[in-house]
């Protein structure tokens, strides 16, 4: 079992920062890949970046790339992004959520059905 808990989120101005946190109990977390997803008033929730256990690989929603770095820290059992450049539509709330198994497959672990521990999420507002 996995239990997440993500934390860093708060009420920023357009153009500043922010870095999240995912706390992860459990030794599952520092043998898999994790993702973070974000969910906007009335949209569906969206994929946001991925990173391998080893944090040897990334990905990146379009929308973000060259703004948010997703990083790890296994011997913390942390999971982060760190998010510049915030923009109003940057708005939502954040979930860290950590791979069913133990080797992602690139070409899915965009999509919200490959992970099965989540968080309870933290809120992000960027105002204009």
């Known amino acids: 079992q996995v239990q997440l808990v993500e934390s860093g989120g708060g009420l920023v101005q357009a153009g500043g920062s922010l870095r999240l946190s995912c706390a992860a109990s459990?030794?599952?977390?520092?043998?898999?890949?994790m993702a973070w997803f974000r969910q906007a008033p009335g949209k569906e929730r969206e994929f946001v970046a991925a990173?391998?256990?080893?944090?040897?690989?990334?990905a990146y929603a379009d929308s973000v790339k060259g703004r948010f770095t997703i990083s790890r820290d296994n011997a913390k059992n942390t999971g982060y992004l760190s998010m510049n450049s915030l923009k109003p539509e940057d708005t939502a709330v954040f979930f860290c959520?950590?791979?069913?198994?133990?080797?992602?497959?690139?070409?899915?672990?965009?999509?919200?059905?490959?992970?099965?521990?989540w968080g309870q999420g933290t809120q992000v507002t960027v105002s204009s």
């Open positions: 990173i391998t256990s080893t944090g040897g690989r990334t």
């Open positions: 959520a950590v791979y069913k198994y133990l080797r992602p497959n690139y070409d899915v672990w965009e999509r919200q059905d490959v992970y099965d521990y």
């Open positions: 459990g030794r599952t977390f520092s043998s898999r890949a």
